[in-house]
């Protein structure tokens, strides 16, 4: 994949105002943004999904998916919001019908993601939301399930980036979109 993947910052003040920095969260020297008080504030949440919406045509893509836990929460309000439908993306064991699933690595250790065989036609177009881009693994999980069950990411949308960390480069030539970049 010699093209490399588009980056979009939207950088939006309102937003940035309630992400609170925890130090030495989940280990000391991990300074980490917590997007609780973004949660908690009905303006906050309400720009982060309207950042969200402005950030991809809606025209390009069909389905909103999000990664659980917090993908969950942008990205069932930003398809309410655009009268999109919404396909999870789980941990092992959650979803109730056959699935396809995904190990990868993470910093110490593996994970699995697993998506509904069905969740898409051959040729739907998904829109990948979760709230945090760092390393790329969960992300890089979720497209490779998207494109098994036969649908195009046509880009990805994160209320953050950690832009000091390579998580872009693992997701190839898919757009990427976010609303804060650290």
């Keep these: 994949m ?13 937003v940035d105002s309630y992400i609170r920095d925890v130090p030495d969260f989940p280990k000391e020297g991990i300074l980490f943004k917590d997007i609780t008080p973004l949660l908690q504030s009905a303006e906050g949440l309400r720009k982060s999904i309207q950042g969200l919406a402005d950030a991809v045509d809606p025209d390009t893509y069909d389905t909103v998916c999000g990664i659980e836990s917090r993908g969950f929460i942008f990205g069932t309000a930003l398809a309410l919001e655009l009268g999109k439908g919404f396909v999870p993306i789980r941990k092992p064991g959650k979803l ?5 699933s995904e190990s990868y690595q993470l910093e110490y250790g593996s994970d699995t993601l697993e998506i509904h065989v069905d969740a898409a036609e051959q040729g739907d177009r998904f829109l990948m939301v979760d709230d945090l881009l760092a390393t790329g693994g969960t992300m890089s999980a979720a497209l490779t399930l998207v494109h098994r069950i036969g649908a195009t990411p046509v880009a990805c949308a994160f209320v953050i980036e950690l832009g000091f960390l ?5 997701l190839g030539d898919v757009p990427i979109h976010a609303l804060l970049t650290y």
């Design 96 to 100: 109730p019908w056959k699935t396809e």
């Design 2 to 14: 010699g093209v490399k993947a588009h980056r979009t910052h939207l950088e939006i003040p309102l």
């Design 166 to 170: 390579p998580g872009r480069e693992k």
